[in-house]
């Protein structure tokens, strides 16, 4: 009765391996997208995780993603149709030095929500 997720980067044979065990889920390490440097590292390291994401669903897993994900770069990952959950800490954490947990969870929540809902009006496309 207990759910195994394994935390690997958006790489088609990590997920096929994932997928062989008892795993249900997989959370795709999205800290190659959050550390580029250029607008084409960004795109091309997003269209990476994007196409593991559809990758690991064709294997009837269950989709997470995070690392290095802050309030600049989260709304591309979460505008990723059936991604079901996003692990964000650091990045909190850190604000709420600045503006308070409450602030600084609701304004990281509005941006996930707001990508989110566009990732659904894609999806019904």
């Known amino acids: 009765g207990i759910t195994v997720s394994f935390f690997i980067d958006p ?3 990590q997920i096929e391996a994932s997928a062989s065990t008892v795993a249900s889920a997989v959370e795709l390490n999205t800290g190659r997208y959050s550390e580029t440097k250029t607008q084409m590292e ?11 994401v559809r990758t690991a669903l064709s294997y009837g897993l ?8 802050n309030y600049k770069n989260v709304m591309q990952i979460a505008e990723i149709p059936r991604l079901e959950e996003l692990n964000i800490g650091h990045s909190i954490v850190s604000n709420s030095l600045f503006m308070g947990f409450p602030q600084a969870v609701k304004l ?11 990732a659904k009006r894609e999806e019904q496309k």
């Open 62 to 69: 269950t989709v997470h993603a995070g690392h290095g994900l």
């Open 42 to 52: 960004g795109i091309k390291s997003l269209k990476q995780v994007r196409k593991n």
């Open 108 to 118: 990281m929540m509005t941006l996930i929500e707001t990508a989110a809902k566009k």
């Open 11 to 13: 790489d088609e044979r």
